[in-house]
T-cell receptor
Framework: DVKVTQSSRYLVKRTGEKVFLECVQDMDHENMFWYRQDPGLGLRLIYFSYDVKMKEKGDIPEGYSVSREKKERFSLILESASTNQTSMYLC?????????????FGSGTRLTVV | DAKTTQPTSMDCAEGRAANLPCNHSTISGNEYVYWYRQIHSQGPQYIIHGLKNNETNEMASLIITEDRKSSTLILPHATLRDTAVYYCIVRVSYFTGTASKLTFGTGTRLQVTL
């Protein structure tokens, strides 16, 4: 089974801190994605990457950056955490071809910024 | 990607078939219908996808109308563990480069009851 592992299940950070959310996949997928999920707003795409060192903005990139130095790892960075970034963060990965099933998601990181 | 319309919520008795509808009247000829579900506090999980023929796997069946403007996901014998939000997504089947992103709507909240 494809595994997408997010480094933390729960995280509490202070306003203004720099926060790193890590995601690792073990199936050599080209594509990786970061979403956030908030009640009533569904899943919204923050950033994605379709190759090492490549990144594309999603629908809500403001306040975030990403890093993909290795194929298996995709990091989401909150440069200066704010309370409105309190959310559930979900990482996903997919193949670029033959990916009939689409995405595999991690279990999520629930981030609270205080 | 074509827009989809799903009911906000549905109930189903345990052991009965759950039939979840999705309207996608603007679907293009090369777009597939994908279904994912998200159980509370977990990442979304792929269920099934299809182009125009009915599809079945160990989790569910997908019935697509002949004109492809709507589809139904069928869970043949719903259990309490099938309580989740179900997302119907219409998109092309390749996930290459900037076309790799997947957009989720608000889905149908299925409640399976005793």
């Amino acid at each position: 089974d494809v595994k997408v592992t997010q480094s933390s299940r729960y995280l509490v950070k202070r306003t203004g801190e720099k926060v790193f959310l890590e995601c690792v996949q073990d199936m050599d997928h080209e594509n990786m994605f970061w979403y956030r999920q908030d009640p009533g707003l569904g899943l919204r795409l923050i950033y994605f990457s379709y190759d090492v060192k490549m990144k594309e903005k999603g629908d809500i990139p403001e306040g975030y950056s990403v890093s993909r130095e290795k194929k298996e790892r995709f990091s989401l960075i909150l440069e200066s955490a704010s309370t409105n970034q309190t959310s559930m963060y979900l990482c996903a990965s997919s193949l670029s071809t033959g990916a009939g099933y689409g995405y595999t998601f991690g279990s999520g990181t629930r981030l609270t910024v205080v | 990607d074509a827009k989809t319309t799903q009911p906000t919520s549905m109930d189903c008795a345990e052991g009965r078939a759950a039939n979840l509808p999705c309207n996608h009247s603007t679907i293009s000829g090369n777009e597939y219908v994908y279904w994912y579900r998200q159980i509370h506090s977990q990442g979304p999980q792929y269920i099934i996808h299809g182009l125009k023929n009915n599809e079945t796997n160990e989790m569910a069946s997908l019935i697509i109308t002949e004109d492809r403007k709507s589809s139904t996901l069928i869970l043949p014998h719903a259990t309490l563990r099938d309580t989740a939000v179900y997302y119907c997504i219409v998109r092309v089947s390749y996930f290459t480069g900037t076309a790799s992103k997947l957009t989720f709507g608000t889905g149908t909240r299925l409640q399976v009851t005793l």
